[in-house]
């Protein structure tokens, strides 16, 4: 059982920025999506999500053919996603963004544990939270909805290192209860660094795919593979 993309191609415009691209998520494990900007890890995200249906190749999740499968209906499959931006909804309060995904108290218990910080704020409106306190909210209603496999999408974006670092525990704790965990971040050497698994992007083909050690201990290897 794992997520499985198979010579996946994304189209916009007047080609592709994806080509060919394959590997695997494996559940409990996590694999590090990186490479430079504009490689089109984005555009593969949202390919796997359901935003954009891919123009060749398949996405398989546990059997389950999704590669034509609506936003929703992979959600329900249990695919979570966690886009860029920290897609809160302001107006609420922590308690009830969360209570959006979560099926019973125990999920939402079980959410709230992996940031315990969150319990005091549970009925502070959610736009009135540091963004780091936002970026958690958004992690743990993911977390909430029980997904199988779980993307999260440059969740660093706007955060120091030393917040994203805070995240990096909890994102290892998903994973180890056995969620499969795409993380596509532009730190590259933190996200490596808890990954199982590496594959490197750039100009819409892999040009590396393998153990994260291997990148974390040859700079010209890493340098390499950024440059395709």
């Not at 394959?22 to 694999?31: D, L, M, R, V």
């Not at 499959?77 to 125990?106: D, Y």
Request: aromatic residues 4%; proline residues 4%; hydrophobic residues 45%.
């Amino acid at each position: 059982m794992s997520l499985v993309l198979n010579d996946v191609t994304v189209s916009r415009g007047v080609g592709p920025v994806i080509s060919n691209v394959s590997f695997e998520i494996k559940p409990g494990q996590i694999t590090s999506l990186v490479g430079p900007n504009g490689a089109g890890k984005t555009s593969l995200i949202e390919s796997i999500a359901g935003v954009i249906v891919p123009s060749a190749g398949s996405i398989v999740m546990d059997d389950l053919d999704i590669t034509k499968l609506s936003k929703r209906k992979r959600s329900r499959a249990g695919l979570a996603i966690v886009e860029q931006g920290r897609m809160i909804f302001p107006s609420l309060t922590v308690k009830e963004n969360l209570q959006l995904t979560a099926r019973t108290k125990a999920d939402l218990d079980e959410a709230l544990g992996l940031f315990p910080e969150l319990e005091k704020r549970l009925n502070n409106q959610s736009i009135l939270l540091s963004g780091g306190e936002q970026q958690m909210v958004v992690l743990a209603r993911a977390f909430a909805s029980k997904p199988k496999y779980l993307m999260l999408d440059e969740m660093s974006l706007g955060l120091a290192p030393v917040v994203f670092m805070r995240l990096l525990p909890v994102i290892e704790s998903i994973a180890k209860s056995g969620v499969g965990v795409l993380l596509v971040e532009q730190f590259a050497h933190l996200a490596l660094k808890i990954a199982s698994d590496a594959v490197v992007v750039t100009s819409g083909r892999v040009s590396y795919h393998g153990a994260p050690k291997n990148l974390l201990d040859d700079a010209e290897l890493l340098r390499t593979s950024y440059m395709g």
